[in-house]
């Protein structure tokens, strides 16, 4: 079961670049990287997930490297309402009661005026 | 859109009561989970299913037990309440197939055990 590690907390001022990184050493061959975000007193909510290399959408971008031992959730000219708790989610279920997920502890990012 | 929906947002029980918390999707997805979630923790699977009547233990299931009678319905059954079950319980469901199917959130339930 792929073990997650994330930093517990961030700080950025509005309109930086903000790099959160995921450690997933023993990550499986068919495990997917998925991130989501949590605003305070609401549910995550998907933001991004990749396999290997980097993705790309309208909202951050998420590098992972060849080994696929980490992932760098990647949130461009970050604004105050990017100020949450961002999860990493590793692992694969194929349904029929198989399944390896494991969500980190979360990384609360605080972006400052 | 989608939605998860969790019937209560806050709720107040006594200890040894059976507790039960439910939670309903609309967009026929296969699967669907509980969470708590407690500070410096993150969140932790309690159980999963993949299939109506189907269930899978999570990581910290002890105390707890679950029904899916219906596909679009997942209750999550305290057995007997006691306070360290004080906690954010979330449900999520996503579609079958493997874990490159989002999950969607519910946006959860404050239990507090008296």
């Known amino acids: 079961l792929a073990k997650t590690t994330q930093p517990i907390s961030m700080d950025s001022y509005e309109g930086q670049e903000v790099n959160i990184t995921c450690s997933h050493n023993?990550?499986?061959?068919?495990?997917?990287i998925t991130w989501y975000q949590q605003f305070p007193s609401q549910g995550p909510r998907f933001i991004i997930q990749?396999?290997?290399t980097k993705v790309t959408n309208e909202v951050a971008s998420l590098f992972i490297p060849a080994d696929r031992k980490s992932s760098t959730l990647s949130l461009p000219r970050v604004s105050l309402s990017d100020t949450a708790v961002y999860y990493c989610?590793?692992?694969?279920?194929?349904?029929?009661?198989?399944?390896?997920?494991?969500f980190g502890k979360g990384t609360k990012l605080s972006v400052i005026p | 859109d989608v939605k998860v929906t969790q019937s209560s947002r806050y709720l107040v029980k006594r200890t040894g009561e059976k507790v039960f918390l439910e939670c309903v999707q609309d967009m026929d997805h296969e699967n669907m989970f509980w969470y708590r979630q407690d500070p410096g923790l993150g969140l932790r699977l309690i159980y999963f299913?993949?299939?109506?009547?189907?269930?899978e233990k999570g990581d910290i299931p002890e105390g707890y037990s679950v029904s899916r009678e219906k596909k679009e319905r997942f209750s999550l059954i305290l057995e007997s309440a006691s306070t360290n079950q004080t906690s954010m319980y979330l449900c999520a469901s996503s579609l079958a197939g493997r874990s490159n199917q989002p999950q969607h959130f519910g946006d959860g339930t404050r239990l507090s055990i008296l």
């Open positions: 990749g396999y290997k």
């Open positions: 299913s993949y299939d109506v009547k189907m269930k």
């Open positions: 023993n990550i499986a061959t068919n495990d997917y």
């Open positions: 989610l590793v692992g694969d279920y194929s349904g029929a009661g198989s399944y390896q997920l494991t």
